[in-house]
């Protein structure tokens, strides 16, 4: 069975802070891996988007790794700002179309001042 | 100069009732999906639709029937609402089956009392 899972579920931090949430997969055959923000009350909004030949992919403080051999990616968040609140999905495709997406259940970081 | 918009954006109403969502988007987008994220933030696709045609459509009861007047829309009807369809759904788009390249609305809380 195909799926996704995040750690930690939730996360509080001080503000300036590093922090790192990790996803986990079992999505096979694997196209890509995108980091998504959702802030409350709002649709995610993609950070990030990894493909199967990068190990690494920065955008701003959030920089995003993938290893496909272990299927495993992190989205390490630098100097933490309270903007940064939010839930962050990983969400993976499957080569193949349109059906075949994978959501995470979300890590919700609390960036405290 | 909202992407993808639904309307309403919060639902209360009753159960046994009838009611729809609206989605539209300005991306010029062929493809658009109907989300469903639930009490743990698991988001679940539901529907898609490609040029106005169904192409994805996952184990949803009868009750909920998608509708794409034209490519830039597609609403969602839901009849005879029960307690367990409370949720938030997300409308998105994609331009054919780059489905990782979506972009989400704002999300439709709909609460069922």
């Known amino acids: 069975k195909n799926q996704v899972e995040q750690s930690p579920q939730s996360l509080i931090i001080l503000e300036g802070k590093n922090c790192t949430l990790q996803?986990?997969?079992?999505?096979?055959?694997?196209?890509?891996l995108r980091w998504y923000k959702q802030d409350t009350g709002r649709g995610p909004v993609s950070l990030t988007i990894?493909?199967?030949?990068?190990n690494t992919k920065s955008n701003g403080r959030y920089t995003a790794t993938l290893d496909a051999d272990t299927k495993q990616s992190s989205l390490h968040i630098t100097a933490s700002q309270l903007s940064d609140s939010a839930s962050y999905i990983c969400v993976v495709f499957i080569e193949g179309g349109y059906q075949k997406v994978t959501f995470g259940t979300g890590t919700k970081l609390q960036v405290i001042p | 100069d909202t992407a993808v918009s639904q309307t309403p954006k919060y639902l209360v109403t009753q159960m046994g009732n009838d009611k729809s969502i609206k989605c539209e988007q300005n991306l010029g987008h062929d493809t658009m999906y109907w989300y469903k994220q639930d009490s743990k933030k698991f988001l679940k696709i539901m529907f898609s639709?490609?040029?106005?045609?169904?192409?994805i459509n996952e184990t949803v009861p009868n009750r909920f029937s998608p509708k794409s007047p034209d490519k830039a829309h597609l609403n969602l009807h839901i009849n005879s609402l029960e307690l367990g369809d409370s949720a938030v759904y997300f409308c998105a788009s994609s331009q054919g089956d780059r489905v990782h390249e979506q972009y989400f609305g704002p999300g439709t809380r709909l609460t069922v009392t």
């Open positions: 990894m493909t199967f030949s990068e």
């Open positions: 639709y490609n040029n106005k045609e169904l192409i």
């Open positions: 996803c986990n997969y079992t999505v096979s055959p694997f196209s890509n």
